[in-house]
């Protein structure tokens, strides 16, 4: 496992921006896959985003393309996402995790239980 810290969440109005960061710390970890979660008050973690080791292999949830964009600096052991236009329906936990699993290139959603880290998450709030 490797530990898992976000940073960047808060409180903005609809339409404006938020960038999350994940730093992740651990040895002898290989996270092949790294996502977002979110999960918002009495509904079920759901995927955000997700993008593999070589940068490639992402995915996005429906409800964020086109206003959320994934990255990931190899270098720096950091995941981040960049949210643009967020609407109130945005509001939520946000979960930084990892994978281990490889072997194969998921361009559609990654189920929680491929994911072996978690962070503790960070709130974003989106007033209207």
């Known amino acids: 496992q490797v530990h898992l810290e976000e940073s960047g969440g808060g409180s903005v109005q609809a339409q404006g921006s938020l960038n999350l960061s994940c730093e992740a710390s651990?040895?002898?970890?290989?996270?092949?896959?790294m996502a977002w979660f979110r999960q918002a008050p009495g509904k079920e973690r759901e995927e955000v985003a997700h993008?593999?080791?070589?940068?490639?292999?992402?995915y996005y949830a429906d409800s964020v393309k086109g206003r959320f964009t994934i990255s990931r600096d190899m270098a720096k052991n950091m995941l981040y996402l960049k949210m643009t236009n967020l609407e109130p329906d945005d509001t939520a936990m946000y979960y930084c995790?990892?994978?281990?699993?490889?072997?194969?290139?998921?361009?559609?959603?990654?189920?929680?239980?491929?994911?072996?880290?978690w962070g503790r998450g960070i709130q974003v709030t989106v007033s209207s």
């Open positions: 993008m593999g080791r070589g940068g490639g292999c992402t």
């Open positions: 995790a990892a994978s281990s699993a490889s072997g194969f290139c998921a361009v559609t959603s990654l189920a929680r239980g491929r994911f072996d880290s």
């Open positions: 651990g040895h002898n970890y290989v996270a092949y896959y």
